[in-house]
Structures are given as C-alpha cells and as structure tokens.
C-alpha cells in the first residue's frame, strides 16, 4: 500500500536534478561509430571542392590534429539509416568543425553544438575544421591539449524525441523555480543538493510551491512510465502553468556576436562566420519560428569570397523574413580612436556592401561590445539613414549605473536616435527564465513600452543559438512568472517602440563606458599604424581631388575599417593579430604615400594636403621666410606672398621664437611656457614623466584602474642634455633620462616661427613590464569643464571633483587633442598629439598616457587552456605589450577664445603631423578657403568620379554660425549629407549648428 502524497517539498529539488540527468542520459541513443579520415592540417584554407580532391589516412579516435588557428579536412564515412527514425551526427571535437555534403555548409559543431540531424540519403561528409577551442562562457570548454584538438566522438546517433522534450521542459520549470525561490529573510532558498536539513518551503510564493508540486508530480510520472508519462503530467498542468506571465513582452534574437579578431587571426574570424552561419540556416529547419539577426558585412563579404553558396542560402533566408542584416557598418568598431572621416566610412562602406550583397540598407546600428559611444554617433547615423540604435556594453559599468533602457540618444548636435540598452545582462544569453525575469525587473522603461529586446545564442567566438535555446524558447512562449516570449525580429521591434517615442526619456551626449579605459593606449605601436594611414588616405584622396581621378581604391579603406574592429585597434588581441595587422597597416600608409607622391610628381612646388591654408618656412635671399599654403593646392613657394621671420634660439634651459617662450630645469620639465606674452597658468612644471604599477584586477589589456592612478612616482632620476635636430629655422633641446632599471626616455623640445606652439617628441626604449608612463600638465585653469577632441567635434568632461560621474572618467578618450581651461573659457592650455588617445583632466591637472605594458591579451594564465605553449606556432613573444622602441609627439599651445580657425587645437592636431609633398605644377582644386566661423574646420576633401569632390567640415567648439565660402570660377558647389543621397543649393554662405558635420558637393561646371 502507497503513503499519501509527499509533504515535504523541500525533498523535490534533488529529486529534480537526479531525473535531469537520467533524462539526459536517454537523449542519445543506438550509437554507431563514423569511419573518420584525416587529410593534413595547414595555416592557410581550402575550399570546399579542392577539399574533396584530397588524399586521406584513416584515423583511430581519440586523435590529436593540428597547430593552433590552423585548419585541417576530415572525411566521414557514415552508416546507412537502420531504422526509422532521423539520424544525428554527434561530433566531439576541442575545436570547431563545419560539415558539408554538398558546395553549402550545413552545420557547425563546437563546445556548444554537438550534434546535428542529417539526410537519411547521405553516406559520407566532410568536416573543415579549426584548431581553436573559443567558446570561452561555456561551461565545457577546456581548450585544446599541447598535441593540438582532439577529436573524441563521431558516431551516428538517434534521439529519443519523448526524452528531449521532458529534459527541456523539467530544466525549464527548475530554472524558473530557482530564480523565484531567491534567499529571503524568511526562506533560504531551494537546495538541490542531497544532504543535509533544509528549510521547509512555508512563506514562499504559490508560484513557487505550485512548481514544486508540479515537478514532483512529473518525476513520479517518470519514475512510473517514462519521458512520455512526465511530458502528460506536464500537458495536464499547462493551464496552470500558462497563468499570468509578467506583463512585458521578451523578444528573443537569434544572436551570435563574432570577434573577427581577438583570441585569433582574422581568417579564424572569416571561418567563424561561415561555421555559424551553416548552424543557424540548420537551426531554421528544425525551428521554423527562430529568427536570426547578425551585422557586420565585412563578415558576409568573407563568407561569399570563399562560400557563396552560403551567401545564396542567407539570401533565401532574409527573403523569408527570417534572418536579418543588420548592423549599418562594414564591422562593429571602436568609434572613438577613429577621426571623424574614417568613422563615416565605416558606415558608408558598410551600407554599401549591405546593399550590394542584399539590395538594402540597414536601418539599425547593432554594437553590443564596444568600449563607449561617441557623442557624434546619432549625426552620423542619421546622415547615412540609420535611425535606430542598440548595446548591451554600458551595463559594464562599474561606478555609475545607466539611467534608460529604451530612450532617445540625443547627439552632440541635436540629431536623435531611437535606442535601446540591455539592462543586466549581455548578448550571451540562453533562453532560460531566470534571464527573462532579470531583464523584465531591470527594463526600466517597462512604464512606458512593455516590450525588450533579448540577444540569445553564444557570441565573441560565434557559435550562435543552440538546439537547446529553441526548445527552451518554445517553453517560454507563455510560462506563468515568465515574461511573454517569442522570437521577433529586431526591425519590428524597433518599429513599435517608435510608436511610444513622445514618452521616451532623453539622453544627450556622449554614452561613455566607465570600464576598458586602458584600450586607449595598449599597443601604441598599433595606434600609430593605424593614425599613419588615416593620414596617408587624406593624403592620397587629395591628391585626387586635385587632379580630378575619381576615387582611390576602396581595399586600403576597407583594411582601415576593419582594424577598427572593437578588439582590433583597442589592443586587445592576441600577438598573432597584430603580427600580422601592423605590418600590414604600415605597408598601406606607405603604398598610398608613394601613389600620391607619384600622381603629385616632382618640382619646385609644394601640396598641402588639407583643406586648411598652412604655414610654411622657406629660405631665400639668406632670410628665412613664412608663406601660407593655401588649401588644398600646389604652389611654389617663392610665388607667395612672404615675410621675413626670425629663427627660433636655444640657450642652456630656453627656447624662444618671437611668439613662444618656454623655460625647463634640469630633469627636462617645462617651468614656464608663455604664448603671445600671456603665461601658461601652472601649478607645478609641465611635462612631468610620471611612472605607475598598473595591474589591473580583470582585463589588464583592456583596463586601468583607479587605485592605480594614485600608486605612481615622477621619474626622479637625472637628466643629461643631449643634441636635438631641427628642421631649418626650428631650435630645440634634448635631454635624457633612464626609466626604472631596463629603459630610457630622451625629450625633445622643439621652438619653430611656424607655429605658435611648443612641439614635444618622446622617444622611450621601453622595457617596463605591468607599468604605466604619463606626461602631466599641471594648471591653475580648474574651470567647471575640459574639452577633448571627439571625432568630428568635441566633449566637455567635467574635471572638477566630487560627481561620481564625472570623476569616473579619470581616463577618458580623446580624438587626439584636449583643452584645459578656466570656467570663462578664455584662457587655457591645448594639447595636440599626433596618435595618443587616453588622457584625463582633474582640478586643471590634465595628463596624457604615453605608453603601458600589460600582460598582452593571451598570455596571461586564464589563456593557457586555449593556447598550450607546445601546440602554438608563434613562438617569439613579449609577454608583455609594446616592449620596444616608440617615438610619441604631441604639442601644447594656448587656448584662447576666439582663435583662428588654422591655430586651433582641432587644427592643429592635423596641420602638425600630415606631410606635405612636391608637386610639379601649380594647381588648385577649387576650394579657396573659408571666411568666419573660425570652429567650424575643414577636414578631408573625398574625390568622386567625373572630377567631382566632397568637403567635409565639421564644428568642434559647440559653436552656431555661419561661414563665406571662397571658390574658383568653373564650379557648382550643393550642400549634401555623409550619405551624398540629398543636394541643396549653395549660394557661397555656409550655415552651422554646433557640431554640425557638413558637406559641400565641388561639381565641375
């Protein structure tokens, strides 16, 4: 005879787990073993038709293949279908596979993705594969063994339906029974562990004793009779079960975030998106109710250089309505160490491969992982027709939480977006209650709009949405306790939460992350790459301007684009990224100097390369001479209009030309900087090389902690003077200096009647491990604000102490100039740098970091696990970042308030360091130059074709107006957008808003 029903329901949560893994031990069935043959493993990839014609050797499992990143074929030979039901194939290997029967990839195995049903018709396959094992949030990933990645199964298998569906259901039920049972002063949470007292479940919700009864009662039924019999007992409670869900909607997105680069090269990247891509076109026949969104066309554009096939499947795919290309740009990049013209790019070339590859645009701008969101953002994605906008990042701040989930972003300019912000969690999520119910508590604009967005499906290392998400997901559709959840797509939810746009929140200004502040300065090196070709664009793009031949080749563009990949030009990969990305980046910059020089050819000219007329120092008659360059134009020199200025003079500790004094003592630090007779207002000398312990508690590649910045100590150790060369006309001095035990630092201080400002070179062999070098710039200017260079314009940061806020932003970026001034703002100190971004101001003490050594992402110990030592090819490797040479230049001058447009900080930055060229004739390309509105700066002049060409100007002081444009005769000037897709009329006055980017059209008449 039975007992009466169990009371104690405090006993069910073991009980619960113990029938999971019996029931996850039924899943799988009638294994049968796949004959396996390997070709060889290689750096570089094949296709998948020269893959076919391979030659293969027989393998016996478990088997070791490969170095790490490279790739290798496999064969299969499977069994012929022995019964009725569908066949899987179960594939275990460290590493990711990609399998094909056919030109399509059909599937990606990885820690995530183990097994796939395949056609009954299909008796052998073949499996590229990637020795790399990234799936780093998952709980079974191991890495790979110093041997390379071991493939351990590979078996045809047959699923046991009743099994997958109770498995999925119970878990489902304990998640939820777990996030409702959360520690409370009355009950101390379920326990599922075997042993022990536990507290009987008496102030708990219904919910929660409703759950416990309900899978008590299904275990019994499993117990009993079966899968079958606990999926009846399921069916039976589903009334209940269906009650009242929370009254806000979840729309889950299948999501699959890949770093192009990061913890591998870039072509590992490039496989990735295959790989993924093959699982979720899968995942869509199985589930016809998923929905999958992914961005980045760099991505796809790989995919259909090597696949496409594939290409034609995501075509079928988005046709279908079931997966979406959004994104808006060529990748998700950093947009803040990226000046204002390359920033544009990276949406302008994005939405044309969008276009190209599937005959529309993106109207959303998908960036879920970088670090911080500059203030120019909204302007720019609305001249390029993106009106929407989405991250999950900002909830890794760390001092300051983010006030909205759903609001309206609000650009320096006024242009406005519609954005929505993952409150708690990222875009690593999983489907399960527990996820739902977090993110509903934290929408924090449930008020107003009762629907969320939710990334689901493994990211970073790609992977994608899971067979286990979906049957979770259908779960979810309307489980009691749970948000209302479906799959949806990420334009439909965007379209109806416009429609409760007038009760939005705003937001204005930058969305600063206050978190991987170290990613402005990790791999200088790369930094200044990347800036070098930025400049040689400008440059190569002028000199196409002026001889009318169209635009250049959009290749160096695209790699400028790429490395700005949030894990590129952040300095957070591994060496093997940047092994190959600098080089690669110093040989572009050079390739288009040369091609510019080419076209500009040789003779007694000169080109200025910039919209900006620029002063030049010439010698004639025995007296040096200053001409002014005009704009973007080619002219001798000695045809200009001249005056006769004085050399520059160097005695023991001044420099002086007849506009600038400085004064330094014996270590090498400015006492004393005067500009135009007014003195810099200092609060100690300027220039102070300060060295820091830095290790960060996390992420040392990607931060730099507070506390750190209060442990440093000014380099204390003497100085020598050395000699210092100059161009003609410039005088300067030199003095050097040793760094802790193994470096050295030389400063070169350099006077010149170009001008008005103080040029500062540091050249340091920098051999400090876990360090930090910052040059400090200690002022009396302690006004409310700083301002720092943003591309396109600029930001004021609060530098005054006391608001968590702004003081959470000790280390900020900057576009490569910042201001420090008193609260009148019409006095201070600029300070321009050639391509150093991290910088901080606090109470008119504004510092710049120079340089930092941290452990290089993957070689720290976490990183072992992925990347044996034995099994890695590139074996010369700092442990350390930016061990080595680096020479780093920068210039401070005076802010005044209202400057000329050519000796403005924003100027300056790009009139200092862009070269000029010889030229063998003179010519103009019909922009003269600008009248008034001194903020508002020409910046890059864009060829098109037919001798047509684009200026781009941008206001940078926050500043309306209005500017006469001065141009030649045989030109039709219309006003346009980033998006060149709108023309006005230009009548030769040129009206601004502040920070406004505009662009005027130059057509020949």
């Known amino acids: 005879m039975n007992l009466p029903q169990n009371p104690f329901l405090q006993l069910t949560p073991p009980r619960v787990v113990k029938a999971l893994n019996h029931l996850r031990s039924l899943i799988w069935e009638h294994p049968e073993p796949v004959n396996v ?186 117990d009993r009779d079966g899968p079958e019999a606990l999926l009846s007992v399921l069916e039976d409670a589903k009334p209940w079960l269906e009650q009242s869900p929370q009254p806000v909607n979840a729309v889950l997105t299948g999501h699959a975030h890949i770093d192009l680069v990061w913890h591998w090269p870039e072509r590992c990247g490039e496989y990735k998106a295959r790989h993924t891509f093959a699982s979720m076109n899968r995942l869509m026949e199985d589930y016809p109710e998923f929905r999958f969104a992914y961005s980045q066309s760099a991505s796809y554009e790989a995919v259909n250089k090597t696949c496409p096939a594939l290409i034609d499947t995501v075509r079928q795919r988005i046709r279908q309505g079931k997966w979406e290309a959004v994104g808006a740009t060529y990748v998700e990049m950093d947009n803040l160490m990226a000046c204002g013209e390359a920033l544009a790019r990276a949406f302008l070339v994005g939405q044309e491969e969008f276009r190209t590859l599937f005959g529309e645009s993106s109207g959303t701008l998908w960036l879920p992982d970088v670090f911080g969101y500059a203030g120019c953002l909204p302007q720019i994605m609305r001249q390029c027709n993106v009106e929407n906008f989405f991250t999950t990042k ?47 508590k934290a929408y924090l604009q449930s008020d107003v709009h009762d629907t969320f967005l939710q990334p689901t499906g493994f990211g970073d290392g790609g992977g994608g949405v899971t067979p286990e998400m979906c049957e979770r997901a259908r779960h979810l559709q309307s489980l009691q306790g749970v948000p209302r959840t479906r799959w949806g797509r990420i334009d439909d939810f965007f379209a109806d939460l416009n429609t409760r746009r007038e009760k939005l929140p705003h937001y204005q200004g930058e969305l600063y992350l206050e978190y991987h502040r170290g990613t402005f300065t990790t791999h200088g090196d790369l930094k200044a790459a990347f800036r070098r070709l930025e400049r040689a664009l400008l440059v190569q793009e002028a000199v196409h301007t002026l001889h009318k031949t169209g635009p250049v080749e959009v290749h160096p563009w695209k790699r400028l684009i790429f490395s700005q990949f949030h894990d590129y030009i952040p300095g957070s990969s591994v060496w093997e990224v940047y092994k190959e990305g ?239 001034m008193d609260d009148s703002q019409t006095q201070g100190l600029n300070l321009m740098t050639e391509a150093k971004y991290g910088m901080g101001c606090l109470d008119g003490n504004l510092h710049l970091t120079l340089l930092r050594s941290p452990v290089t992402n993957g070689e720290d110990y976490d990183c072992r696990r992925m990347y044996p030592e034995n099994n890695r090819q590139l074996k010369s490797r700092d442990k350390c970042t930016d061990q080595g040479v680096h020479t780093i230049r920068y210039a401070l001058g005076a802010h005044q308030p209202r400057q000329p447009r050519a000796e403005s900080p924003a100027a300056l930055a790009e009139l200092l360091y862009t070269p000029l060229l010889p030229a063998a004739a003179p010519a103009d390309a019909g922009f003269l130059g600008l009248d008034g509105g001194e903020s508002l700066i020409p910046c890059w002049s864009k060829p098109l074709p037919n001798g047509a060409w684009i200026l781009r100007l941008h206001e940078t002081l926050g500043r309306a107006g209005t500017a006469t444009l001065r141009s030649a005769k045989g030109w039709n000037i219309t006003r346009t957008r980033l998006a060149e897709d709108q023309q006005t009329p230009c009548n030769g006055t040129v009206p601004f808003r502040p920070y406004e980017i505009v662009s005027l059209r130059f057509s020949p008449a």
Request: aromatic share 10%.
């Open 37 to 222: 043959s390997f070709s060889a493993s290689r750096d570089e990839d094949i296709p998948f038709a020269k893959a076919k014609m391979l030659s293969y050797t027989p393998v016996t499992l478990p088997f070791a293949w490969g170095k790490l990143f490279q790739t290798g074929w496999f064969h299969l030979e499977l069994p012929p279908p022995a019964s009725g039901s569908p066949r899987y194939l179960h594939w275990r290997d460290q590493g990711e596979g990609t399998l094909f029967f056919e030109e399509t990839p059909y599937y990606g195995f990885d820690v995530a993705h183990r097994c796939v049903r395949i056609p009954d018709n299909v008796t052998e396959a073949w499996m590229e594969s990637l020795c790399l094992q990234s799936a780093i949030w998952h709980p079974e990933a191991t890495g790979t063994t110093p041997e390379g990645s071991q493939l351990t199964q590979a078996e045809i298998v047959h699923r046991n339906d009743a099994a997958w569906k109770a498995f999925h259901a119970l878990d489902t039920l304990l998640n939820l029974a777990k996030h409702e049972a959360k520690p409370s002063p009355e009950f101390a949470g379920l326990r599922t562990d075997g042993v022990g007292y536990r507290t009987p479940p008496e102030l708990i919700s219904v919910l929660l004793r409703s759950l416990l009864r309900i899978m008590d009662d299904a275990v019994n039924a499993l």
């Open 394 to 440: 900002l909830t890794w701040s760390n001092i300051n939480r983010f006030p909205y989930s759903s609001f309206i972003w609000r650009g320096t300019d006024g242009s406005e977006v519609l954005t929505h912000v993952t409150q708690e969690l990222g875009y690593n999520q999983n489907a399960t209650p527990e996820e739902g119910r977090t993110a509903a």
């Open 582 to 820: 600098v080089p690669e980046l110093q040989s572009l910059a050079e390739t288009a100097l040369e091609a510019a020089r080419g076209q500009s050819g040789t003779g007694p000219c000169v080109f200025n390369a910039l919209p900006l007329p620029r002063p030049h120092l010439v010698e004639a008659g025995g007296h040096l001479q200053r001409v002014t360059l005009p704009p973007l134009a080619a002219w001798d020199p000695a045809a200009l209009p001249a005056e006769t200025v004085s050399p520059a003079t160097a005695s023991q500790n001044e420099l002086k030309t007849d506009r600038v004094q400085a004064r330094f003592n014996d270590r090498g630090d400015i006492t004393a900087l005067s500009i135009d007779n007014e003195p810099v207002a200092q609060n100690a000398p300027l220039n102070q090389l300060w060295i820091y312990p830095d290790h960060p508690h996390k992420f040392p590649a990607w931060d730099i902690d507070r506390q750190t910045l209060t442990l440093g100590s000014p380099l204390d150790t003497p100085a020598e003077t050395v000699p210092c060369p100059c161009e003609p006309g410039a005088a300067g001095l030199a003095f050097r200096r040793s760094i802790g035990e193994n470096s050295h630092v030389t400063v070169y201080y350099r006077l010149s009647p170009a001008h008005p400002v103080l040029d500062i070179e540091v050249n340091v062999d920098w051999r400090e491990e876990h360090a930090l070098l910052k040059a400090h710039f200690p002022t009396l200017y302690t006004g409310r604000h700083a301002r720092f260079g943003s591309p396109f314009n600029s930001v004021l940061r609060g530098q005054q102490p006391g608001n968590p806020r702004e003081e959470a932003m000790f280390e900020a970026c900057a576009s490569r100039w910042a201001t420090v």
